[in-house]
């Protein structure tokens, strides 16, 4: 039984690592890592000795020091053994502080690693540099991320100088367990795509640590384990400064002799393996595909042979999502410590971004020790093969020292066995919990766990510590992930300046600065009218389970059928196409089907808002809520209903009837020949003469104006009814074939922009690169928040959705710049300026970005501005 619950926990913490999530202290400063575990090359005196090189901490002399003068071309170094495999993906450093009576520190220092303290490996970023910038003076902690992270177990660090110095460092390492157990693989190296009208694609695995030679990768790690997913466009990349296809690698069908590229992977011990899952691309409008098959052989030990029946796979091919995606492949609980994988093309091109394992560590059959048994046995009845000689003057006398020990023994086998049963109820209690925890609750989690991703993050330190509060500085420390950060309310107790925000913003209901002291934080939001904090709304979900809409409460009090202002349609005449999505609602899942109407124009009637569709059955989009729903549910479903049926826009997306005579509930609403604005505007250039020589499709400046105007024409109407959408962008735009906007909320359910929301355990919930600081920050959404969101998909339109706002900065840099717009200091990162767009429309963006909501444009002055620009 506990060999069992072992083996669960192990399978669990399995997982796929994420680098941004991955930033946990290793244990330099709280001591887990011992001293025996920390080495030098050298010490200055025995106080200055490795084991004082922990971050923040005096012991000794305050740091650890080399001996004598560090000189440019010394190669000392300070090791820390981390007792396995980790990944690795920041480091921190100080100089020796010592009391204020230390002032020597490292201004640079390179980093070296290995997996078994043999074969030592030199990092380098993604750029090449091996060299890394750490302090300026004694008392500052400086984190570096490691772009890319590394996959180690012990970790050097050596202190460089460009002349003759006294050195001393502390350190502290973060990161998580390496699970994976991984330590390399060996493939063909990538290739050069060079397609006509594409930039030039290398597909090589640039921060390969292992051997080059005769184009093949072997004994190293790479870009296939650093942690970071590819997009479903492979040009477009997530890293700083590289060239386009740079998180991919990839390689052309024909070029390697064969039909299939070989890849072997080798394991630190034997392993029984679940799964492989592996991030490819499946770009196939221009060539690029998952595999078709993979075939996966396994070897027990090195020194073995492949062993004859391999574990075979075949993939289901997509050739109408282009998104990129996992493929699984089960392997059979196969047990090996290598594996080599034959993946056959689909297609021109196959291209891969991660591969992971999913696998428990096999404990290897042991024989059981003979040992004497303590109660009296008549020697005839123990088996021939364990047969004992014992002492016979002692053969009928009972053992009396050892029974009460191991009646204690099988006492405590049998009470951990109960502690670990009640563990396991309690974290599947917390985690339901956790699930029915309000977004808002999550959304301050998120804010709080992920507010120290920037590449160089400065926690300062003053010499001097003075007796401050913590109100007179709430910013002179960012905070890295630890395990010990829970709470979510824990950010407004961080950041108190925060916590007066939002006291003071909710107060004057996002236009006024009232005095904080004349009504307490409940009654202050209560009080922002004609904007609504989430306590006083109801979520719609939208046609896809998303959150669409959020409204005022008072305009959903009773509800009966006769609410309801548009027809129940006869079921049987909704024929399935295709599933659409699926999305949340309340505890239930809902599902978005898009099907066909057969005689829907003829039941709505004249003036019904169908496009022409030239006597063929009218396509639909369906949402339907599961038939075992509580009344809870059933209840939320029809008040959606009910709103969505008083809506009436002509760039809106309109509740055409309904389904609720019987179950499972059902919605019916307009679908969009053209697809959505996202989509259809990256599929385009700039109208000029080349494109229409070569019939490529083109938009006009002309035709982005006038998307722009209908969007703001859309979201004029929302605001005119106190309507806050909370995920407006390009995605959530549909189109018909005479270019007319309706909007919309189909992006959160789809999986072509699962990469434009930041992911809470595993959910799409948050579009961080299109929200508002104070959404962010604060959980305010309100219809200024819904003029920001406007402004990036402004930005969106003008750069023909080439590029992802904010494409330079990861998702957690992205949440540290709304903390740059809170501050106003002068650091918040904007987006640039299109090349397409006139200067005057963007500063019609920056202002829809103003840090003040109250400076903010509304989307009537939005309209009126932009309106006088269509050619009518």
């Known amino acids: 039984m506990l060999f069992y619950l072992l083996l669960v926990f192990q399978a669990n913490a399995n997982a796929q690592i994420d680098p941004a999530h991955c930033r946990y202290p290793l244990g330099m400063e709280d001591g887990r890592i ?20 922990r971050l923040n901490r005096e012991e000794g002399d305050g740091a650890w020091c080399p001996a004598g003068l560090l000189q440019p071309s010394d190669t000392q170094y300070l090791q820390v053994d981390l007792g396995q495999l980790t990944f690795l993906t920041v480091v921190g450093t100080q100089g020796r502080y010592a009391r204020n009576s230390g002032k020597e520190f490292a201004r640079m220092y390179r980093l070296n690693y290995s997996h078994d303290g043999q074969l030592w490996r030199s990092w380098k970023n993604r750029l090449g540099n091996k060299t890394m910038e750490a302090n300026d003076n004694a008392y500052v902690s400086v984190i570096k991320d490691l772009h890319p992270p590394i996959i180690s177990r012990y970790v050097r660090l050596i202190p460089v100088t460009k002349m003759p110095t006294t050195v001393c460092m502390r350190l502290e390492l973060y990161g998580c367990p390496w699970h994976d157990g991984l330590t390399s693989y060996s493939s063909p190296e990538g290739q050069l795509m060079m397609p006509p009208g594409y930039p030039i694609a290398s597909l090589n695995d640039s921060t390969y640590d292992g051997a080059h030679e005769r184009r093949k990768l072997s004994g190293g790690l790479g870009q296939l384990t650093d942690g970071v997913i590819g997009q479903d466009d492979f040009l477009v990349t997530r890293q700083y400064h590289v060239w386009p296809g740079y998180d991919y690698v990839g390689w052309r069908n024909g070029s390697l002799g064969s039909g299939y590229v070989e890849m072997e992977f080798v394991f630190d011990k034997q392993r029984n393996f679940t799964s492989m899952k592996v991030h490819s691309n499946n770009m196939f409008y221009r060539g690029v595909k998952i595999f078709s098959s993979v075939s996966c052989s396994f070897k027990p030990r090195l020194i073995a042979t492949w062993e004859a029946e391999p574990v075979e796979f075949r993939t289901v091919l997509d050739d109408r999502n282009p998104s990129a995606r996992y493929v699984t492949v089960p392997l059979g609980r196969r047990n090996a410590k290598a594996l080599r994988c034959r993946f056959h093309f689909a297609d021109v091109w196959m291209m891969f971004s991660e591969i992971s394992f999913q696998s428990d560590t096999v404990i290897p059959t042991q024989i059981t020790p003979v040992v004497t048994s303590p109660w009296p046995m008549e020697e005839s009845s123990m088996p021939t093969t364990h047969k004992t000689v014992t002492n ?11 029974t009460p020990i191991l009646i204690g023994c099988l006492v405590t086998i049998i009470l951990l066995l109960v502690v670990i049963i009640f563990l396991i109820l309690w974290c599947q209690y917390v985690c339901k919990v956790l699930e029915k925890a309000p977004r808002r609750i999550l959304e301050e989690e998120v804010t709080v766990r992920l507010s120290s991703s920037s590449d160089t993050i400065i926690l300062q330190t003053p010499p001097v510590p003075p007796r401050v509060s913590q109100m007179d500085h709430p910013y002179e420390r960012i905070f890295l992930l630890d395990p010990q950060y829970q709470d979510p309310a824990g950010l407004r107790n961080k950041l108190p300046e925060l916590s007066r925000s939002a006291e003071t913003s909710a107060c004057g209901g996002g236009y006024a600065e009232p005095d904080v002291t004349q009504c307490t934080p409940h009654q202050c939001f209560q009080s922002s009218v004609p904007h609504y904090a989430e306590t006083d709304i109801v979520s719609l979900q939208g046609v896809t389970g998303s959150n669409m809409y959020a409204v005022p409460a008072l305009t959903v009090d009773s509800l009966t059928r006769k609410d309801i202002s548009v027809a129940e349609f006869p079921r049987h005449r909704l024929l399935f196409r295709e599933k659409l999505g699926e999305g949340q609602f309340g505890e239930f899942s809902v599902q978005v089907h898009l099907c066909e109407a057969e005689g829907l124009p003829e039941f709505l009637g004249e003036g019904a808002p169908l496009p022409d569709r030239d006597g063929r059955p009218v396509l639909v989009a369906v949402k339907q809520l599961r038939a075992d729903a509580t009344n809870n549910a059933r209840n939320d479903f029809l008040k959606e209903i009910k709103i969505m049926s008083r809506l009436n826009d002509p760039n809106i997306i309109q509740l055409l009837c309904v389904c609720v005579s019987s179950d499972p509930l059902c919605m019916v609403t307009e679908y969009m020949d053209n697809g959505d604005l996202n989509m259809f505007l990256s599929q385009r250039e700039m109208e000029s003469t080349l494109t229409h020589a070569n019939n490529i499709p083109a938009v006009s400046l002309s035709d982005l104006l006038h998307m722009s105007v209908q969007i703001s024409s859309g979201m004029r109407y929302l605001a005119s009814l106190n309507f806050v959408h909370r995920d407006l962008a390009t995605r959530n735009c549909l189109l018909d074939r005479r270019l007319t906007i309706k909007i919309a909320d189909f992006g959160m359910s789809r999986n072509l922009y699962s990469s434009d929301y930041y992911r809470i355990q595993g959910r799409a919930v948050l579009p961080i690169r299109w929200m508002a600081w104070e959404s962010i920050l604060l959980g ?3 219809t200024a928040s819904d003029v920001w969101a406007f402004g990036v998909t402004l930005w969106e339109i003008f ?5 992802q706002p904010y494409s330079l900065l990861s998702d957690e840099q992205v949440i540290e710049n709304t903390g740059e717009f809170f501050r106003n200091q002068g650091r918040q990162i904007f987006l640039f ?6 200067p005057s429309l963007f500063e019609l963006m920056m202002r829809c970005w103003d840090r003040d909501i109250a400076d903010r444009p509304t989307f009537e002055g939005l309209y009126q501005a932009l309106r006088p620009h269509v050619v009518q």
């Open 780 to 782: 305010k959404f309100t």
């Open 833 to 838: 300026a299109p090349l397409l767009c006139p």
């Open 34 to 53: 011992k001293d025996h575990a920390i080495t030098a090359s050298s010490q200055w005196y025995e106080t200055t000795g490795p084991q004082y090189a």
């Open 392 to 402: 016979p003057s002692a053969k009928d006398q009972p053992d009396d020292g050892n």
């Open 799 to 803: 750069t023909l959705c080439k590029e």
